[in-house]
């Protein structure tokens, strides 16, 4: 199972899915409105670490968060 | 007082981010890092403090913060400044923080003025655009996500 977390003002609750890459958690995710217009302006992370590749691999025991246009200070 | 600010005293580690919540005590963070470094041989100290103005009827801010990006984040700046013999500190707020209270503050430490005063600049511009915090206005009891102050972190839109 893949963890996947929204962070910030993204107000839904964690997701376990058994997804493999993260071209997958995209059809999963674009397939609810109220997540399509935080996916246009979110950055990805995986385990931690920002990604860029939709051909990221995810493995049993991963976490994706998904992060929201930040504005600290 | 936050567990890393606990650590840093434990084993002084004097470049740690401190996350504290609600607003700042300005004058004695500035007045500690300040007897941390005034012996460390650094010509310029340059602070940064953010302070919550009254505008637009807000009664003050509210953060979010994700400590694990934020911390890779920071230890990145870390190097970075490492790399110009120069050192950085960093304090900001969880949770609400009222008019004219601190959220946030930055300093720079460095042999000469010139590397501190570029640093500061890069610092805190790369920390608006990229640091995993989020802000809200408390207005009327609510908290309302800062939406059209916010930007999006580089490479966003990758799952659209």
Not at chain 2, 71 to 87: F, H, L, M, R, T
Request: charged share 30%; proline share 4%.
């Amino acid at each position: 199972m893949v963890r996947i977390e929204f962070l910030g003002p993204i107000q839904k609750e964690p997701l376990e899915l058994e997804i493999t890459n993260l071209k997958e958690l995209a059809t999963i995710l674009q397939e609810t409105q109220e997540m399509r217009e935080w996916l246009e302006n979110s950055a990805v992370a995986v385990n931690d670490n920002l990604v860029s590749s939709l051909d990221t691999e995810l493995k049993d025991g991963d976490k994706v968060s998904l992060l929201p246009p930040v504005c600290g200070g | 007082m936050g567990i890393k600010y606990l650590y840093s005293l434990l084993y002084a580690v004097d470049d740690m981010l401190e996350l504290y919540d609600g607003s700042l005590d300005v004058p004695s963070i500035l007045e500690r890092w300040y007897k941390e470094e005034e012996k460390s041989n650094y010509g310029a100290y340059i602070p940064f403090i953010g302070t919550i103005r009254d505008e637009d009827d807000i009664d003050g801010l509210s953060f979010d913060v994700y400590e694990p990006i934020l911390e890779s984040w920071y230890n990145a700046w870390v190097q970075k400044a490492k790399e110009k013999g120069a050192i950085i500190k960093m304090a900001h707020s969880r949770g609400d923080v009222m008019l004219h209270e601190s959220s946030y503050i930055a300093a720079v430490f460095s042999p000469k003025r010139r590397v501190a005063l570029e640093f500061i600049d890069e610092f805190v511009e790369d920390f608006k655009a990229s640091a995993p915090i989020w802000k809200y206005d408390l207005k009327d009891g609510k908290r309302i996500y800062a939406k059209d102050r916010s930007t999006a972190i580089k490479g966003s839109g990758l799952l659209s």
